[in-house]
């Protein structure tokens, strides 16, 4: 199994149509080749993980580089693990809105993210460093 963490952040003119575009292409086509993963996608940046072949994950991070609607893409690690710490999930994702900042849905989403990063915490080199990005990103420091 092979994993890769990285940073984005996300062009100007990303919008939820375009968020949305991106996880039902990415979750379609990384079914098909047995990616898992975790998207978050918070403040107009993106920290993901990815997990599946070498071969696959290489592809897409070539893939990511080459988009246009991410600028700074920067690779956090990648490496080998012994399995998947996201099987079950092909990709997670929760939007922003101005609603669900109001009613707290935002802040529970932000909570139930460090409680995670908690419960993973020394189990891979890449997923300590995505979940350090993901606090990172979450109390807006500098990634």
């Given at each position: 199994m092979y994993q890769l963490s990285y940073f984005s952040k996300a062009t100007s003119d990303v919008s939820e149509e375009i968020i949305s575009g991106i996880l039902e292409t990415s979750r379609e086509r990384n079914k098909a080749i047995g990616v898992t993963g975790c998207l978050v996608f918070h403040k107009f940046s993106f920290v993901q993980i990815i997990e599946g072949e070498k071969r696959h994950i290489q592809s897409l991070f070539e893939d990511i580089r080459q988009d246009k609607r991410h600028s700074e893409v920067t690779l956090l690690?990648?490496?080998?693990?012994?399995?998947?710490?996201f099987g079950d999930?092909?990709?997670a994702y929760f939007a922003e809105s101005e609603e669900r900042s109001s009613n707290g849905e935002m802040k529970n989403f932000e909570r139930n993210l460090l409680l995670l990063s908690e419960l993973s915490a020394?189990?891979?080199a890449v997923l300590d460093m995505f979940w350090i990005s993901v606090r990172k990103l979450i109390s807006g420091e500098v990634i």
């Open positions: 690690w990648e490496g080998k693990n012994n399995g998947r710490n999930w092909n990709m020394g189990s891979t």
